[in-house]
Nanobody
Framework: QVQLVESGGGLVQPGGSLRLSCAAS????????MGWYRQAPGKQREWVAA???????NYADSVKGRFTISRDNAKNTVYLQMSSLKPEDTAVYYC?????????WGQGTQVTVSA
């Protein structure tokens, strides 16, 4: 079975840090462009960050300078390091894999930023 499983979400205080992980099974991530998306209650899902197979990264303006996406192909895992978290970062965060026309989504992990 092909799966992406997110972990690492939770409750953090504003200004805090959190690292999300996305572990893949059934595929090897080395050939995929990987991304993180998020969806807050009542809002559309938005793109957050992406990393290509060769390590090129891109970020949404809202998280640039605060979030870092990385990948470890040996562990078949993608990470999202989040720092200087704000209440508006509260959302369900989803892992995404893309290669040609193939797309795979994880089920999401909740991140709540609150005092």
């Amino acid at each position: 079975q092909v799966q992406l499983v997110e972990s690492g979400g939770g409750l953090v205080q504003p200004g805090g840090s959190l690292r999300l992980s996305c572990a893949a099974s059934g595929i090897f991530l080395s050939i995929y462009t990987m991304g993180w998306y998020r969806q807050a209650p009542g809002k559309q899902r938005e793109w957050v960050a992406a990393i290509t197979h060769d390590g090129t990264t891109n970020y949404a303006d809202s998280v640039k300078g605060r979030f870092t996406i990385s990948r470890d192909n040996a562990k078949n895992t993608v990470y999202l390091q989040m720092s200087s978290l704000k209440p508006e970062d509260t959302a369900v965060y989803y892992c995404h894999a893309q290669f040609l026309s193939a797309e795979i989504w994880g089920q999401g992990t909740q991140v709540t930023v609150s005092a």
